[in-house]
Nanobody, 123 residues
Framework: QVQLVESGGGLVQTGSSLRLSCAAS????????MGWFRQTPGKEREFVAA????????DYTDSVKGRFTISTDNAKNTLYLQMNSLKPEDTAVYYC????????????????WGQGTQVTVSS
């Protein structure tokens, strides 16, 4: 069982930056694909970013490309999402997730989820 705990969310102004962290309960990154998703009320949870822990390949949803960066610190068992140039439409609850697949970009491919952290971007 993998436990994931997100942190780093908050209320910021348009154009600001935040870094989300996701601490894993045990050594995860050599055996799991990792990703970030987000959800707003009344909408489906959507893919934000994924990273391959084998070769560092990353992928992002189009709306965050060039602004968000996903990364890992394997020594700390921690996943990060650096978010720059934040916009009001980035407001959501952000979830980190772990997949038994080494590379995953679809929600159904992820079996383990954190509790979420709220990000609110004011205009």
């Amino acid at each position: 069982q993998v436990q994931l705990v997100e942190s780093g969310g908050g209320l910021v102004q348009t154009g600001s930056s935040l870094r989300l962290s996701c601490a894993a309960s045990r050594r995860t990154f050599s055996n799991y694909g990792m990703g970030w998703f987000r959800q707003t009320p009344g909408k489906e949870r959507e893919f934000v970013a994924a990273i391959s822990t084998i070769d560092g390949t990353t992928d992002y949803t189009d709306s965050v490309k060039g602004r968000f960066t996903i990364s890992t610190d394997n020594a700390k068992n921690t996943l990060y999402l650096q978010m720059n140039s934040l916009k009001p439409e980035d407001t959501a609850v952000y979830y980190c997730a772990a997949s038994a697949l080494l590379w995953a970009t679809r929600k159904y491919q992820y079996a383990y989820w954190g509790q979420g952290t709220q990000v609110t971007v004011s205009s």
